[in-house]
């Protein structure tokens, strides 16, 4: 009997839309402050991976800088021998 009651309400659009005209102003100013949220949350989330990202990255790279230092470093060295 409880699951028909609520399958029931359900398919009940005008009461929905009776409701939802009496607080309409309520309801689109919830809409937005949730869409705001969840982009400020998103973005949270972006910078987040992105920092975890680079961290894990950023000693390889600078790996690879010694590497063309010191390749450099053997360039400049035979450059001025000649």
Do not use: D, H, W
Not at 35 to 44: K, P, R, T
Not at 49 to 71: D, E, T
């Amino acid at each position: 009997m409880t699951v028909r009651g609520i399958l029931k309400t359900v398919f009940e659009f005008k009461e929905r839309i009776l409701i939802f005209g009496k607080a309409f102003l309520q309801f689109i100013l919830g809409y937005f402050i949730l869409m705001a949220a969840s982009m400020v949350f998103i973005l949270a989330m972006q910078a987040a991976m992105l920092i975890i990202v680079l961290l894990c990255i950023i000693p390889f790279l600078m790996v690879m800088n010694a590497f063309f230092a010191q390749a450099y470093a053997v360039g400049r060295e035979r450059q001025e021998a000649v």
